[in-house]
């Protein structure tokens, strides 16, 4: 790594919180008389929490790859952002994972109450639909319909949402390597695929690149929630079979649970792999991305 | 009235209860790999459960009037009508309004549990932005993406949900008038007004008649909003003060507790008045629409 990754992404999350915090105040938008203070507060709180930011940096390094940086990147990294900050507020819900914490801060039904946690969540989700369609985020009204309509299938029943349901099964329950590999790809896999895929298109890149940057973002994902089970098993002083981490605790099934440690690692690296020779004919355009990848196989928390 | 609209108006909520069927059916669209079954009955649950199908009959009736009639119109309806079930499976929902019964059967959590109806509202929601972008919606996909935003608009922290959260302010609370008309015009004039809109705008009308149809769609959802608040008060014995109705018991503030009833009433004639007036140079071709009006004023149930 020829560049101070954390650094870099510390500045560029900074970029995405400036951005978010614009759209996440109260100049009213053509056709809103109102936007109610509470539920304002609210969605501020669940979207304005110091995240890592990693799917609109992946917008944002993607993009820029392929040579556009402006504003409406941002507004389109912004988008995906409150659809991924609406599903840890509602999974965060009593119904669900039941969480009173997230990043040290009470959660939003903590915070509010539960009422307000749920329409703060929907009013993310349904706010992610109208800055995607900003002016600024393409120039081609086309572009903007069809990065709405994939970021509405990333995130709807065949992607992160039918994933979140498949992981609420999944408890006490055994599953295949083909049904671990399914829910993980919805649940997490479709918003960071998303993130790279629409990256390359707001630049305009050919389609061929679209679809590579597509696989890149299908590669990281799956490592992204490897490196994520890894942690969870290694987290506890015992390896496989005695994990203490939270998915064995709730009998959740992984494939580090399936495959053990040496193969998952063995995996990460053929990833890592991938990645790179995906990557490999940008040149040093790519360092940036490239980067981000081995930071997410290698992530250690 | 020339026809008999009850039978028309069960008709046209066969077309988009049919449409709905295939929307929420499970064959895959490009980029799904799966449709969990159990979210997806969820979703069917919330979805196709005999509603009146208003708002995507107006949408319907709207683009007929200006000379559109196709499956494309509606697939617009039904984008439409997904938002306004999603708005259903939450309000239901045991943090809300904790309903056990939707049109004689379970809601969504009573059926099946808490964490799946949060769940199917919100894929009911994205699905909706899936829906609005198809190519058979409107040949331009500058007028798709037009349609996707406003429903955005409509329906977030500037309409539905931000009138839902006021809503849920407003219990044992004092209102004005002026915040009484805020609230219900983001509660439930939103999408009544972009029922109206959208419709025009499908069939491309010139966008004089999209402005009278946006304000025909703003004065039903008024008169809608007033026979409401009409029927809780007079579903009780004695009327004004003394409601035993569920806005009553709820403490809310309505226009009909701030007027009394003759004046709602004298309101709702001014109300229809002018829907006649918006409607008054298209003729016949707006017969339909103008007994949807007349029907609104003067619901019983």
Not at 30 to 59: F, Q, S, W, Y
Not at 83 to 89: E, F
Not at 167 to 180: F, K, N
Not at 181 to 192: D, E, I, P, V, Y
Request: aromatic share 4%.
């Amino acid at each position: 790594m020829t560049f101070d990754l954390k650094q870099h992404l510390a500045k560029r999350g900074k970029y995405i919180e400036t951005a978010l915090e614009g759209i996440l105040s109260t100049p009213l938008l053509p056709d809103e008389t109102a936007r109610p203070g509470r539920l304002l507060a609210a969605m501020r709180h669940g979207a304005l929490n110091g995240g890592k930011r990693l799917r609109p940096i992946l917008v944002y390094e993607t993009a820029k790859m392929f040579g556009r940086v402006d504003d409406g990147v941002l507004k389109a990294a912004c988008a995906l952002e409150l659809v991924h900050c609406y599903s840890l507020v509602h999974d965060d819900l009593p119904a669900m994972d039941d969480d009173d914490l997230r990043r040290g801060q009470p959660t939003v039904h903590k915070a509010y109450d539960e009422a307000t946690a749920i329409l703060a969540g929907d009013a993310l989700l349904t706010l992610a639909f109208d800055v995607i369609a900003e002016e600024a985020v393409h120039k081609d009204p086309g572009v903007r319909l069809t990065l709405s309509r994939e970021l509405a299938r990333a995130s709807g029943i065949g992607g992160m949402a039918g994933g979140q349901m498949l992981d609420l099964e999944s408890e006490h329950r055994d599953r295949t390597e083909a049904e671990i590999r399914q829910l993980q790809s919805m649940k997490t896999g479709a918003l960071l695929r998303y993130a790279c895929r629409a990256g390359a298109r707001l630049a305009d890149a050919p389609e061929a690149d679209i679809d590579r940057l597509t696989r890149f973002g299908e590669v990281i994902g799956l490592a992204f929630q490897l490196a994520d089970d890894l942690l969870d098993v290694e987290a506890s002083p015992e390896v496989m079979g005695k994990a203490t981490g939270k998915d064995a605790e709730a009998g959740k099934a992984t494939l580090v649970r399936l495959w053990g440690v040496d193969k998952t690692r063995a995996e990460l690296v053929r990833l890592q792999r991938e990645a790179d020779k995906l990557l490999g004919s940008y040149g040093p355009r790519a360092e940036t991305l490239s980067a981000l990848a081995s930071f997410i196989v290698s992530r250690t928390s």
